[in-house]
């Protein structure tokens, strides 16, 4: 099994800044990739970014130049600086995990960390 312990979210006002972490500990032969999820009240869950095994990254559109994913292979922790932020990114944030255990790729999910951007 794998655990994921998120922290870091909170409230802010707009154009203020958080850091969120997420650490993966547990069962595995190796990381793929690592990646944060966001889901506003009454929306679905969204992928906000990504970083590959090699260090790639994907933004969505609305957080690209103000969000920046990185991550501590030696620690198994990804985090994600989020700056100027908008009360529209207000959500609960979802760390998401891949994993490769006996040559198959497993997916875990954090517990979800609270951000509130007020106006």
């Known amino acids: 099994q794998v655990q994921l312990v998120e922290s870091g979210g909170g409230l802010v006002q707009a154009g203020g800044s958080l850091r969120l972490s997420c650490a993966a500990s547990?069962?595995?032969?190796?990381?793929?990739?690592m990646g944060w999820y966001r889901q506003a009240p009454g929306k679905q869950r969204e992928l906000v970014t990504v970083?590959?095994?090699?260090?790639?990254?994907n933004y969505v559109d609305s957080v690209k130049g103000r969000f920046t994913i990185s991550r501590d292979y030696a620690k198994n922790t990804v985090y994600l600086q989020m700056n100027s932020l908008k009360p529209e990114d207000t959500a609960v944030y979802y760390c998401n995990v891949v994993v490769t255990r006996q040559l198959r790729n497993y997916a875990y999910w954090g517990q979800g960390t609270q951000v509130t951007v007020s106006s």
């Open positions: 970083i590959t095994r090699d260090g790639s990254t």
């Open positions: 547990g069962s595995f032969f190796s990381i793929n990739t």
